[in-house]
């Protein structure tokens, strides 16, 4: 049976580092594709996700014992991703290759095509969100994370990121429908 991530985090902030392993192998593909799915290129992601295996290390101690561990670690990946943007001082449009959630390579070609261009209007509509909101819906769609582990990071109630994502997931679609229809973009 696998350890819960907060018992593997306690080790850690009590000094017991090897116990980081545990923590990198299960949470590494995911900041990745995370970082990458915020348009980041692969070099910048991979930086990027050593730099919060780096920064859960150096506060190790801050770690509140009562606090869900993905949340906290998700916090430091977009404060981290908020100071890169910063110092590139630009906003980032979403990567050609950020992840697509289906690979449809037993499709006949026709269907992949049209897959394909659904995939890459998709990425269109996502790029063109304020960029809260993209987080809002990477964090809650992509990385699957729960609404109360986004509402815990965000400092607000379960509620109001419920209505957020619901708002952004509106705009997305409205945007993805008038890109597939030609009157955007």
């Known amino acids: 049976m696998m350890e819960a991530d907060e018992v593997v985090m306690r080790r850690v902030a009590e000094g017991d580092l090897e116990q980081m392993s545990i923590l990198f192998q299960r949470y590494q593909t995911a900041l990745y594709?995370?970082?990458?799915?915020?348009?980041?290129?692969?070099?910048?992601?991979?930086?990027?996700?050593?730099?919060?295996?780096?920064?859960?290390?150096?506060?190790?101690q801050t770690f509140r014992r009562d606090a869900p561990f993905r949340a906290?670690?998700?916090?430091?990946?977009?404060?981290?991703?908020t100071d890169h943007a910063r110092r590139a001082n630009r906003e980032t449009p979403v990567e050609e290759d950020g992840g697509d959630v289906f690979v449809a390579g037993d499709l006949p070609v026709d269907e992949?095509?049209?897959i394909a261009e659904q995939q890459q209007t998709l990425r269109r509509a996502l790029e063109q969100?304020?960029?809260?909101k993209r987080e809002l819906l990477l964090l809650s769609r992509f990385q699957g994370l729960k609404y109360r582990e986004i509402a815990s990071m965000s400092g607000c109630d379960v509620n109001t990121i419920k209505v957020r994502i619901h708002r952004a997931m509106q705009e997305l679609r409205e945007s993805f429908l008038a890109l597939r229809e030609g009157r955007a973009g």
């Open 33 to 60: 594709q995370f970082f990458r799915r915020q348009g980041l290129q692969p070099m910048e992601s991979e930086d990027l996700t050593q730099e919060v295996f780096f920064r859960v290390l150096r506060s190790r």
């Open 72 to 81: 906290w670690l998700y916090q430091i990946a977009r404060n981290i991703r």
């Open 112 to 114: 992949r095509l049209d």
């Open 129 to 132: 969100l304020p960029e809260r």
